[in-house]
Each structure stands twice: as structure tokens, then as C-alpha cells.
């Protein structure tokens, strides 16, 4: 059973940072990118990074996030971590990552990060 587990949220000031983890299980985690998703109140869900498999090992990120957040994978403990600097509060949401395997999405339960100023 693929599960994804985040963890790492809180409550922060702006400026400050964030280290949020996803622990995966239940798939090949090398074999897989890895995204991490947010969602203020009342607006849509969007991607914020994304990570390619390890053979590929790019990165991707929301223009907004650029040079704050950096996406890494340890595969040695299956988890992916989202380093989030300088934090905004439009920052401000729940943290979801992400895995599409056979074209079927999964989520964790996600996490809460709330930026106050």
C-alpha cells in the first residue's frame, strides 16, 4: 500500500524557516517524483516543487518559491524533504506531497504551515 506521510508544519514568523518531510512506503522510492502541493483557505491547491526520480534528480519550483525552497530526497530513509527559507505569509497553507504511480495520484494527510507576520 503506497502511503505518504508528512510531517514538519507550524506556526512561524516571516522570515523564518521550515523543514518539511514526507516519508514514503509502498513503492520504489528512487523510481517516482515526488511533489509537494499547498492550499490556502478558499483558493485552489498548487504545486509549489517537484523532484524527478533519482536517475533524473531535477528540480523543479513555483515561480513565487524560487530561491526559498529547495526539494532533496534522502532514499536511504525513503523520505523527501521541502527546506522552506524567508517564509512569506502567503506562504501560509496545508503542505501535501505528492507521487503518481500508473497514473494514479496519492496524498499524504497533510501538514499545516501558518506564516504570521
Known amino acids: 500500500e503506497v502511503q505518504l506521510v508528512e510531517s514538519g508544519g507550524g506556526l512561524v514568523h516571516t522570515g523564518e524557516s521550515l523543514r518539511l518531510s514526507c516519508e514514503a512506503s509502498?513503492?520504489?522510492?528512487?523510481?517516482?517524483?515526488i511533489g509537494w502541493f499547498r492550499q490556502a483557505p478558499g483558493k485552489a491547491r498548487e504545486g509549489v516543487a517537484c523532484?524527478?526520480?533519482?536517475?533524473?534528480?531535477?528540480?523543479y519550483y513555483l515561480d513565487s518559491v524560487k530561491g526559498r525552497f529547495t526539494i532533496t530526497s534522502d532514499s536511504a530513509k525513503n523520505t523527501n524533504y521541502l527546506q522552506m527559507n524567508a517564509l512569506k505569509r502567503e506562504d501560509t497553507g496545508v503542505y501535501y506531497c505528492n507521487t503518481n504511480i500508473l497514473r494514479i495520484d496519492y496524498w499524504g494527510q497533510g501538514t499545516q504551515v501558518t506564516v504570521s507576520s
Open positions: 523532484l524527478s526520480t533519482a536517475d533524473d534528480n531535477s528540480a
Open positions: 509502498g513503492f520504489t522510492f528512487d523510481d517516482y517524483a
